[in-house]
């Protein structure tokens, strides 16, 4: 199916910059919406940003105005420019991506996880 890959992560201290990238490979037909969410310890996976196809953008108020999602589609990767970075940001990010791909000659719908990429902002 489609298989995620997420980079970039790392340890930063409190008002600096890091920029995730995620890219999408495997067998699809189309990749509709991409999104970043993000997982602290020992709370759930909450939603900081999705970008469709066609750019409409969304983004989780506690980071607006601060983290920019992009995606370049010709090479089926999305990006999370973070800014302004607070410690509360620390979480394991994850990209995920939906779309449709050909199984069996039938076009079928994905939603697809990567692993993950740890970011730390200390203060």
């Known amino acids: 199916q489609v298989q995620l890959v997420e980079s970039g992560g790392g340890l930063v201290q409190a008002g600096g910059s890091l920029r995730l990238s995620c890219v999408a490979s495997?067998?699809?037909?189309?990749?509709?919406?991409m999104g970043w969410y993000r997982q602290a310890p020992g709370k759930q996976r909450d939603l900081v940003a999705t970008i469709t196809s066609g750019g409409t953008t969304d983004y989780a108020d506690s980071v607006k105005g601060r983290f920019t999602i992009s995606r370049d589609n010709a090479k089926n990767t999305v990006y999370l420019q973070m800014n302004s970075l607070k410690p509360e940001d620390t979480a394991v990010y994850y990209c995920n991506a939906d779309g449709t791909y050909w199984r069996e000659f039938r076009l079928t719908n994905f939603a697809s996880w990567g692993q993950g990429t740890q970011v730390t902002v200390s203060s």
């Open positions: 495997g067998r699809f037909a189309s990749i509709n919406r």
